[in-house]
């Protein structure tokens, strides 16, 4: 099946940073969507992106789809103790496979005090 | 607004023995999801329901059934439980195929001994 290449596996940062991640895929998508996941909770909505090009923002967190549709990335700007938690891209609407999303395999992210 | 809503949210089997997880959301989407989580894995979809009345097989549906029982509710079955379906399963729901912004439930942690 598809796959998404998810970077890095895990941050360690202090509080104030700010912070980058991405996701690969060898697979266009027509939608990247941007979710975080909270101990023992379902990932919740961050970011949606349904064009080529696209950069959005949603307070401190800016995501882009990249122009050959095959990436995306999550910008957050001076995080903040309760940005902790597994951030995941997904990728929607290939057009060929099964309806869903596909999900990279996430990215932690650890705020040192 | 409660959302998309899983029972139970803690499960533990024997092996062989069947269960049905229950997922209901208010919020009138046409179309529901069934995903499972492993540790270090995104999320992996099992079956889906594009709208009331249809069902499909996802990337991993080998061992499940699905029905989607009206707009609301769309259940996930396990026949004969085996120890390989230890997981954590997520119930989403999306307003509908062309937006892909999925909305998850909170979790059903299940374990097969």
């Known amino acids: 099946g598809q796959q998404l290449n998810q970077s890095p596996q895990s941050m360690f940062i202090q509080e104030g940073e700010d912070v980058s991640m991405n996701c690969t895929s060898s697979?266009?998508?027509?939608?990247w969507l941007w979710y975080k996941q909270d101990p023992g909770e379902g990932p919740v909505l961050l970011i949606a992106?349904?064009?080529?090009?696209e950069l959005t923002s949603n307070g401190r967190l800016t995501a882009q789809f990249g122009i050959t549709r095959k990436d995306s990335f999550l910008n957050i700007s001076a995080s903040i103790p309760s940005d902790v938690g597994i951030y995941f891209c997904?990728?929607?609407?290939?057009?060929?496979?099964?309806?869903?999303?596909?999900f990279g395999k996430g990215t932690h992210l650890i705020i040192q005090p | 607004n409660a959302g998309v809503t899983q029972t139970p949210k803690f499960q533990v089997l024997k092996t062989g023995q069947s269960m049905t997880l229950q997922c209901a959301q208010d919020?009138?989407?046409?179309?529901m999801y069934w995903y499972r989580q492993d540790p270090g894995m995104g999320l992996r979809l099992i079956y889906y329901?594009?709208?009331?009345?249809?069902?499909d097989k996802g990337e991993v549906p080998n061992g499940y059934n699905v029905s989607r029982l009206n707009k609301r509710e769309f259940s996930l079955r396990l026949e004969s439980a085996a120890p390989s379906q230890t997981s954590v399963y997520f119930c989403?729901?999306?307003?509908?195929?062309?937006?892909?912004?999925?909305?998850f439930g909170q979790g059903t942690r299940l374990t097969v001994v």
């Open positions: 989403a729901s999306s307003p509908d195929r062309g937006t892909r912004r999925a909305f």
């Open positions: 697979s266009i998508f027509n939608t």
């Open positions: 992106l349904y064009k080529a090009g």
């Open positions: 997904a990728g929607g609407d290939s057009g060929g496979g099964a309806d869903g999303l596909t």
């Open positions: 919020m009138n989407h046409n179309s």
């Open positions: 329901s594009a709208s009331e009345g249809t069902t």
